[in-house]
């Protein structure tokens, strides 16, 4: 297993100026940290790819929240907005029964990160990386090894391995949610997570 964390930290010693960056950003509370940090090193556009989030009601607040976030800190940062897929659920429901962290959100990782990084290429952006791995209920293995693979086929956009939550980012982004006030969503996006969510809401 790599230390996604350590790779991350040579990856920045080796870079000179301020390289383009696109990065995938899931919710405004996941890039609080990740943002601070990769500013210090990158030009970042954001990449708000998320049609997992069910409903659509709920991906516009999340995406509400991340633009008033960025306006807050006035952080004059392009965050690119692809179109809502209405068919993305059916995408993931052959793992519909399957435990949250398997092989469902591995499936939406890598539909969301591979259309990030088509417009990373497109738009010949030097680095790609995504806030996912700040989560602790998401598999930063999961996460690095897709994005390890996407590099290997396409090539020409480096991926950034990195673990987010580590050197104590995770307590540090914690904190930020917390100084901002912003809305903190209660599920992770996808119909299906929607369902548990409401059923141990509804157990408890």
């Given at each position: 297993m790599n230390n996604y964390n350590e790779l991350f930290k040579k990856e920045l010693e080796k870079i000179e100026g301020r390289p383009s960056l696109l990065l995938h950003v899931c919710c405004g509370p996941c890039s609080m940290y990740p943002l601070e940090l990769l500013s210090k090193?990158?030009?970042?556009?954001?990449?708000?790819g998320n049609s997992n989030i069910f409903p659509y009601e709920e991906y516009q607040k999340r995406l509400d929240t991340l633009l008033e976030y960025l306006a807050s800190i006035n952080k004059d940062i392009k965050v690119i907005i692809p179109e809502y897929d209405d068919e993305y659920q059916k995408k993931l429901s052959e793992y519909a029964n399957v435990k949250e962290g398997m092989q469902r959100c591995a499936k939406c990782y890598g539909l969301r990160m591979l259309e990030a990084y088509r417009y990373a290429i497109n738009?010949?952006?030097?680095?790609?990386?995504t806030v996912m791995s700040i989560s602790n209920h998401k598999n930063a293995n999961y996460i690095n090894y897709i994005g390890s693979l996407l590099e290997k086929k396409f090539g020409s956009v480096r991926y950034l391995y990195a673990d987010f939550k580590k050197d104590g980012g995770i307590d540090i982004n914690r904190i930020m949610n917390k100084e901002a006030k912003i809305y903190e969503q209660e599920y992770c996006g996808c119909v299906y997570s929607l369902r548990d969510y409401f059923q141990k809401k509804t157990c408890a």
């Open positions: 090193t990158f030009d970042i556009t954001i990449y708000y738009n010949n952006f030097a680095y790609f990386t």
